[in-house]
């Protein structure tokens, strides 16, 4: 099937930066898309960025300015460069592939275990 990954979160001071990772695996045929959401504790999981193939973006507005998503294609990896933290993106980070794997029909969503940021003031 398709197994997805995310690495790179941590502590970090209001106002710094982290990159975070994702990396799908598994036996994908293709991949439409890529995405980034978060969930705070007792708060709703929103998204926060999304990539296409071809490289077409989309932002949430609370992060837009201060976050960048990319992607490369060809290792079936996506980053969010998170820059300007603050206290208020502590969440978990999720990233999702929009996929389907060899010998299957319809797409899916696949979904990493998550990786914490912790933005301290």
């Known amino acids: 099937q398709v197994q997805v990954v995310e690495a790179g979160g941590g502590l970090v001071q209001a106002g710094g930066s982290l990159r975070l990772n994702c990396t799908a695996s598994g036996r994908i045929y293709r991949i439409r898309a890529m995405a980034w959401y978060r969930q705070a504790p007792g708060k709703q999981r929103e998204v926060l960025a999304s990539?296409?193939?071809?490289?077409?973006?989309n932002y949430a507005d609370s992060v837009k300015g201060r976050f960048t998503i990319s992607r490369d294609n060809a290792k079936n990896t996506a980053y969010l460069q998170m820059n300007t933290l603050k206290p208020e993106d502590t969440a978990v980070y999720y990233c999702?592939?929009?996929?389907?794997?060899?010998?299957?029909?319809?797409?899916?969503?696949?979904w990493g275990q998550g990786t914490q940021v912790t933005v301290s003031s």
């Open positions: 990539i296409t193939t071809e490289g077409t973006t």
């Open positions: 999702t592939a929009d996929a389907i794997y060899s010998g299957s029909y319809y797409y899916a969503d696949y």
